[in-house]
């Protein structure tokens, strides 16, 4: 049965759009777009399967609309940028690219690197002062800067954590300075103008998305110098035990994202409040399935439980940003 192509992702719709203008043109659009967005425009492009011309007819036809609607005579640029990506890519997909093409928050020295593999963006920034670190990893996506951070002396990790979370914005001096550092070894060029990054949001981002081990020591050193700040990140962090405050129905659709085997690996660390909310949101046959798989698992290497934790929290995040789920807890958003 074919595809309704209204019911296609926004990412599958820009994909088909741009396999049907051609090579040169799709590339010129692609040029304009983060490394998140090429990447999952990619991902769509690649597992795009049984493209009908009914489908191709829809999303020009949609993509003309839009154009039509949307001219210089009865709207802004700036309002048909924002309703033309909104519409190919969804809000929150499109946020972060409107930002950097509307708010100036496109240093292409620091861009640049976020193409780069984070081993590589750790030998690059590694001997400078931790203050630059600092800025550079809040200007990066979490999940990317986390694994910097992990490529970084040990020593050094609780020092550029507590930086973040007390940045509270760079001069635009200062971020054009670091730009044209940046820009002379990535051949980069400067476009600076926001200043805003940092935080302790920022902070807490980023050690989400660190293993459990490595994010405890860095907290561990980050609250020897400043109890009160530890705190507060602890509180905005999301972490796997965090899955409790979740609702109902939240952890409902989260268990059909994930695999029994990475559940029962999960929870052979998780406290016995998780587990009950992960029982009574299940079948009765399959919670005492559950319980009984847990029971004949043998010891594990708690390397491999904290590996499925991160995992589902994974999982987790991606279902919080697509809308799916609300993250609850200290951190999470809250509903009235």
């Known amino acids: 049965m074919a595809t309704d192509p209204s019911k296609r992702p926004g990412p599958e719709q820009v994909a088909i759009f741009l396999m049907s203008i051609g090579e040169a043109p799709a590339a010129e659009v692609l040029k304009h777009m983060g490394p998140k967005e090429v990447q999952k425009i990619g991902t769509a492009m690649a597992s795009l399967e049984r493209v009908s011309r009914t489908d191709i007819d829809y999303v020009l036809k949609r993509f003309s609309e839009t154009a039509m609607e949307h001219t210089s005579l009865g709207i802004g640029a700036e309002d048909y940028v924002r309703s033309v990506l909104n519409s190919a890519l969804g809000e929150d997909k499109a946020s972060g690219l409107i930002d950097r093409i509307l708010l100036g928050r496109n240093s292409k020295g620091l861009e640049a690197l976020k193409w780069l593999d984070p081993r590589a963006i750790a030998e690059m920034i590694r001997h400078e002062h931790p203050q630059i ?120 659709t989260l268990l059909r994202e994930i695999s029994t085997d990475s559940l029962v690996l999960a929870l052979k660390g998780a406290d016995d409040g998780l587990k009950d909310k992960i029982f009574k949101n299940m079948s009765k046959r399959a919670a005492e399935m559950l319980r009984e798989d847990l029971e004949a698992k043998g010891p594990v290497r708690l390397s491999d439980v904290e590996g499925a934790q991160k995992e589902i929290l994974a999982v987790a995040r991606r279902l919080s940003e697509s809308g799916d789920i609300v993250l609850g807890g200290a951190g999470g958003e809250q509903m009235v």
């Open 133 to 252: 670190v600092a800025i550079v990893l809040s200007h990066l996506d979490a999940d990317q800067a986390a694994e910097t951070l992990s490529y970084l002396p040990d020593r050094m990790q609780s020092d550029i954590v507590l930086r973040i979370a007390t940045l509270d914005g760079v001069q635009p001096a200062a971020l054009h300075e670091l730009d044209e550092i940046l820009e002379r070894q990535l051949s980069g060029k400067n476009t600076a103008k926001s200043s805003m990054v940092g935080g302790v949001k920022t902070a807490a981002d980023i050690l989400n998305f660190m293993d459990a081990s490595q994010s405890t020591n860095v907290m561990s050193g980050v609250t020897q110098v400043d109890e009160d700040l530890g705190e507060r990140i602890q509180e905005l962090m999301f972490v796997f035990e965090s899955l409790v405050d979740v609702d109902d129905r939240g952890i409902q």
